[in-house]
């Protein structure tokens, strides 16, 4: 594929969101970093490939160091989108992980994208070999449970408007980054629904809600967009 570029354990992108990343999961000492890193392999992608495909076991974790890239799937011929990766972010087929089956989404990359990549066989070693790396993986369980509880929250609590207003809050760059149509559909709502929204006002009833959610969006500073 054109653009399509694997370096294995070259440094020529700096680790900087990655190790920010890894950090406020859960703090790994110089001797876990360093192993941790050592089995990451950088992954130069271009804009529009897709990670994971709906449908197929996946076999990675990625660390996004540059780019953005959404999740989605396809019911009644439509793609519904339920999650955007930024820098830092983790993205994971979590049910292809626990079940080893074919996962239910598709991921693919909104932007040219530098990622750090590692199989799902390599990290399970590294849960069973160091207590360390052990703990980060639960810790990036926990948050996840977290985020799944949010969105919950948010989906069953909140209107669209509010919704695209905390979204705004958590993720304020989304909106340029990622064009309109991928953001009405993970609203839930149709691009013209969202233009009458962003050119309107969010009720101030649902502030201190807004307010409250946003205070559990990320774990020590890292964002808990994840699969």
Known sequence: ???????????????????????????LSADAMHLFISHLEQVNLPKGHQLFKEGRTGSQLYLIERGIARAFSVRDNKELTFWFGLEGDVAMSYYSYIANKPGYETVELLEDSVLYSISLDNLQELFTTNIE??????????????????????QQSLPAAVRYQ????????????????????????????????????????????????????????ASLTML
């Open 1 to 27: 594929m054109p653009g399509f570029r694997r370096e294995k354990h070259v440094r020529t992108v700096t680790l900087k969101n990655v190790l920010h990343k890894i950090q406020s999961v859960y703090p």
């Open 133 to 154: 790396i052990a703990n980060w993986g639960r810790k990036l369980a926990e948050f996840e449970l977290v985020r799944t509880e949010q969105t919950f929250m948010t």
């Open 166 to 221: 905390l979204l705004l809050e958590q993720n304020p760059q989304l909106i340029r980054r990622v064009q309109l149509g991928y953001i009405a559909s993970y609203l839930g709502v149709t691009q013209v629904t969202l233009s009458r929204i962003r050119a309107g006002q969010t009720g101030s009833r649902y502030s201190s809600f807004i307010a409250l959610l946003a205070s559990f969006s990320e774990p020590a500073g």
